[in-house]
């Protein structure tokens, strides 16, 4: 049995038992199609003291179909509200406060909340008509029904858990900022990325002439992936021939680069003053014991770096101050996190805790500096983004030390020289800017 909404006297009484909280669950036309690309089928709700739950048709081929807006209201009105991604829930209504079960899931449990939707109509549609943009309208909704049903049974525990700290960071700011990078694609000439990149299925995420990314927040440090119809958009392969798919939809692609961004990052953390200059040559002078470096010593230099960040210190160089001052680091670390159970990652308060599987001091100064490069990058992401709200240049990839952007010259050059101020924060983190026709910055 399942129970279908169809009438206005049946959404009072469903908004009557919303007070306690609801879950909600968004049947998109198509599962495999960028969310930017689907409509809103049908919408599953679950009052969380309820025995079952309601399915209510948006735009279904059966029945009666219910008001848009109307289920929004009830949604907003709910003291509490959860969904298994928050960030997917965005694409369909604009719901701020919901919490997301999969990031609660991911912050406490480090690792992913598996679910299936899966049963045997929904299979076989798939299987046939996979590449239809509304399958969904046309599976029977009880059986739309009996998908949602069984996704709340195996992600319902996950509505006790206790909200841990750093939770709203990533809730509130990190799925807005996402949502909002995802709704520009890369411009990209369709037949070459069709060849080159072989995704799929071009149509499940290509439109106007562009590709869409979609990133992925449950990682155990929170630095999203960037992945999406089998094409990795956070490693694009840096040979002429894949780089040279894409296009800006403006006038150029303009790279904003962080000079040493992890190593700044954690020369703060430890307090070790580093000037403007090239973090990795301020370094590489010790090393090497001269002012000026050959760009053989500036390579060796930018490994040792590498190694020194993730906590392999060179011993042929533990001697330096940074070196001390990364190793007393490490074992402070270490320390808080062997004494009280966890450590709280700078900025976002990110807890990392003794949920985490095989731990060592290394691995833990490894995780927050993830998650520091992460927080820091969301807020700036944030303002970055508002700030290009109404101009015609947008932020389309971000590659965790450089932001990528499609440039239109009658924004002017204030806006790179604006935008490069957000990202240098006072000078404190230089950058390097690129640009080009293509991706071959």
């Given at each position: 049995?399942?129970?279908?909404?169809?009438?206005?006297?049946?959404?009072?009484?469903?908004q009557?038992?919303?007070?306690?909280?609801?879950y909600v669950?968004?049947?998109?036309?198509?599962?495999?199609?960028?969310?930017?690309?689907?409509?809103?089928?049908?919408v599953y709700?679950?009052?969380?003291?309820?025995?079952?739950?309601?399915?209510?048709?948006?735009?279904?081929?059966?029945?009666?179909?219910?008001?848009?807006?109307?289920v929004?209201?009830?949604?907003?009105?709910?003291?509490?509200?959860?969904t298994?991604?928050?960030?997917e829930?965005l694409?369909?209504?604009n719901?701020?406060?919901a919490?997301?079960?999969?990031?609660l899931?991911?912050?406490?449990?480090?690792?992913?909340?598996e679910?299936?939707?899966e049963?045997s109509?929904?299979?076989?549609?798939y299987?046939?008509?996979k590449?239809?943009p509304n399958?969904?309208?046309?599976?029977?909704?009880?059986?739309l029904?009996?998908?949602c049903?069984?996704?709340?049974?195996?992600?319902k525990?996950v509505?006790?858990?206790?909200i841990p700290?750093?939770?709203d960071?990533?809730?509130?700011a990190a799925?807005?900022?996402?949502?909002?990078?995802?709704?520009?694609?890369?411009?990209?000439y369709?037949?070459n990325?069709?060849?080159?990149?072989?995704?799929r299925?071009?149509?499940?995420?290509?439109?106007?002439?562009t590709?869409?990314?979609?990133?992925?927040?449950?990682?155990v440090?929170?630095?999203p992936?960037?992945?999406?119809?089998?094409?990795?958009?956070?490693a694009?392969?840096k040979?002429?021939e894949?780089?040279?798919?894409f296009?800006?939809?403006g006038?150029?692609?303009?790279?904003?680069?962080?000079?040493g961004?992890?190593?700044?990052?954690l020369?703060?953390?430890?307090?070790?003053?580093?000037?403007?200059?090239?973090?990795?040559k301020?370094?590489?002078?010790?090393?090497?014991?001269?002012?000026e470096?050959?760009?053989e010593?500036?390579?060796k230099?930018?490994?040792?770096?590498?190694?020194?960040?993730?906590?392999?210190?060179?011993?042929?160089?533990?001697?330096?101050?940074?070196?001390?001052?990364?190793?007393?680091?490490?074992?402070?670390?270490?320390t808080?996190?062997?004494?009280?159970g966890?450590v709280?990652?700078?900025?976002?308060?990110k807890p990392?805790?003794?949920?985490?599987?095989?731990?060592?001091?290394?691995?833990?100064?490894n995780y927050i500096m993830?998650s520091?490069?992460?927080?820091r990058?969301?807020?700036?992401?944030?303002e970055?983004l508002?700030?290009?709200?109404?101009?015609?240049t947008?932020l389309?990839l971000?590659?965790?030390d450089?932001l990528?952007?499609?440039?239109?010259?009658e924004d002017?050059?204030?806006?790179l020289?604006?935008?490069q101020?957000i990202?240098?924060?006072?000078?404190k983190?230089?950058?390097?800017?690129k640009y080009?026709?293509?991706l071959l910055?």
């Open positions: 049995m399942f129970y279908i909404i169809e009438q206005e006297s049946k959404l009072d009484s469903l009557r038992l919303s007070k306690l909280g609801l669950d968004v049947i998109s036309s198509n599962d495999l199609y960028h969310h930017k690309l689907s409509s809103t089928v049908a709700i679950r009052p969380v003291n309820s025995k079952h739950g309601y399915i209510i048709p948006i735009n279904h081929d059966e029945g009666l179909n219910v008001s848009k807006d109307r929004y209201g009830i949604l907003n009105s709910t003291s509490k509200l959860y298994v991604n928050k960030k829930l694409y369909h209504f719901l701020q406060e919490t997301d079960l999969s990031l899931y991911s912050m406490t449990k480090f690792d992913k909340l679910f299936s939707r049963n109509t929904l299979n076989y549609f299987n046939k008509f590449d239809f399958i969904n309208q046309l599976i029977p909704i009880s059986r029904y009996e998908s049903e069984k996704v709340y049974d195996q992600v525990h509505i006790d858990f206790k700290d750093g939770f960071f990533y809730n509130k799925t807005n900022v996402f949502y909002l990078l995802e709704q520009s694609g890369l411009g990209v369709y037949d990325y069709r060849e080159i990149f072989k995704p299925n071009p149509l499940y995420n290509t439109v106007d002439n590709v869409l990314t979609s990133y992925n927040l449950y990682n440090t929170s630095r992936t960037n992945a999406f119809n089998s094409v990795n958009f956070a694009i392969p040979s002429p894949h780089r040279k798919c296009h800006p939809t006038d150029y692609f303009v790279e904003l680069d962080f000079d961004y992890h190593l700044r990052l020369c703060e953390q430890i307090g070790y003053p580093l000037s403007d200059e090239s973090a990795h301020q370094l590489a002078k010790q090393y090497f014991n001269k002012e470096i050959t760009e010593e500036y390579d230099a930018k490994q040792i770096n590498f190694h020194a960040i993730y906590g392999k210190i060179p011993e042929k160089y533990a001697y330096l101050d940074v070196f001390e001052k990364i190793d007393g680091f490490i074992k402070s670390l270490w808080e996190y062997e004494t009280n966890r709280l990652a700078p900025i976002s308060n990392f805790t003794k949920a985490l599987k095989d731990m060592n001091p290394q691995k833990l100064m993830q520091l490069e992460t927080s990058n969301i807020l700036i992401l944030k970055a508002r700030y290009l709200k109404d101009k015609k947008k389309v971000y590659t965790y450089a990528l952007f499609d440039f239109h010259k002017g050059k204030e806006t020289e604006k935008l101020e990202l240098e924060e006072g000078g983190y230089p950058i390097k800017v080009s026709k293509d910055l």
